[in-house]
């Protein structure tokens, strides 16, 4: 499995790094995140669980048996990105994500979707990617 769409309202979008991985991730935007607006950490994991649940068609128990942590980030309230995801202005669309993902002094390295300059800018799969780029660079001493 790597995306599942569902009909839950608050959150339609699930999906994992790869197949076989131990984690999932539930998201939510726009209407149905301000829903979620004021709700603490664990009421946003609840309401999650029980999407989910509904999701497989599996009993909500089933779930939180299986729930060994979560972690739950507001998007909307981080103020560096303020709930937005990357855009590139017509013309821009190689070069602007280079200069964002080029290692400063092969000491300082950068990844994110918005650093991804293979056509995955403002996607969950292009951050992924120069996760693992960056990790690469990382581990290499160097710039790959």
Not at 38 to 43: F, L, R, V
Not at 73 to 79: C, E, I, K, N, V
């Given at each position: 499995?790597s995306?599942?769409?569902s009909?839950?309202?608050?959150?339609?979008?699930?999906?994992?790094?790869?197949?076989?991985?131990?984690?999932?991730?539930?998201?939510t935007a726009?209407g149905?995140?301000?829903?979620?607006i004021?709700?603490?950490?664990?009421?946003v994991?609840?309401?999650?669980?029980t999407?989910?649940?509904?999701?497989?068609?599996v009993e909500?128990k089933?779930?939180?048996?299986?729930?060994?942590?979560?972690?739950f980030?507001?998007?909307?309230?981080?103020?560096f990105s303020?709930g937005a995801?990357?855009?590139?202005?017509?013309?821009?669309?190689?070069?602007?994500?280079?200069?964002?993902a080029?290692?400063?002094?092969?000491?300082l390295?950068?990844?994110g979707?918005?650093?991804?300059?293979?056509?995955?800018?403002?996607?969950?799969?292009?951050a992924?990617?120069?996760?693992r780029?960056?990790?690469a660079?990382?581990?290499a001493g160097?710039?790959?």
């Open positions: 499995m995306f599942i769409f009909k839950s309202e608050l959150f339609p979008t699930w999906w994992s790094p790869r197949p076989g991985a131990p984690v999932l991730t539930g998201w726009g149905s995140a301000r829903k979620l004021g709700s603490t950490s664990k009421e994991e609840e309401i999650a669980v999407a989910l649940a509904e999701t497989l068609g909500t089933l779930i939180r048996d299986l729930h060994q942590a979560s972690y980030h507001d998007w909307q309230a981080d103020r303020q995801y990357s855009y590139v202005l017509v013309g821009g669309a190689e070069s602007a994500q280079k200069q964002l080029a290692p400063v002094e092969d000491t390295f950068f990844a979707e918005a650093t991804h300059y293979e056509g995955h800018y403002a996607m969950v799969h292009g992924i990617a120069t996760g780029r960056a990790a660079e990382v581990l160097r710039s790959v």
